[in-house]
């Protein structure tokens, strides 16, 4: 006995065709400012992505890398001091959203509230425990070759 959830037809040639017709017209913005729209689809923090750092930051971070180690240390200890000091960055940016988002979902009436923000705030609970994780390591690397 077939079940109707179970029927599987194919497709004819004719669906094959309109299907790639239709596959052909569809492949994305070709502008750049359509192209620039679509990367900010779904964007709601930046913080999966990667952290592109300005070049202030980069020589703050570098300066109090070497304020850390001292300015004879090795090259592979600045580099740990830098990772240290960049995911402590990363760790007070992830806490400034979160004050962004309770301020946000505070001011909101009790029948206004949505779940997805409770949602959103337990993900950025997933990415700071994965910053302090990162921290942690780049701390033990520094203490290993200090």
Known sequence: MIRPWEHKTLATEKQIAANRANAKRSTGPKTAAGKQKSSCNAYRHGLSGTV???????????????????????????????????????VLRIRAIRTEQWARISQKESEDYNPKDLKRLAALDRYE???????????????SRG
């Not at 020589?59 to 830098?82: H, K, M, P, W, Y």
Request: aromatic share 10%.
């Open 52 to 90: 592109i750092w300005d070049s202030a930051t980069l020589a703050n971070i570098d300066s109090t890398a070497r304020d850390c180690v001292g300015e004879a240390a090795a090259e592979d200890q600045l580099t740990f001091a830098a990772d240290f000091f960049q995911t402590q960055i990363e």
């Open 129 to 143: 425990r994965y910053a302090h994780t990162k921290r942690r390591k780049a701390s033990q690397k520094l203490r």
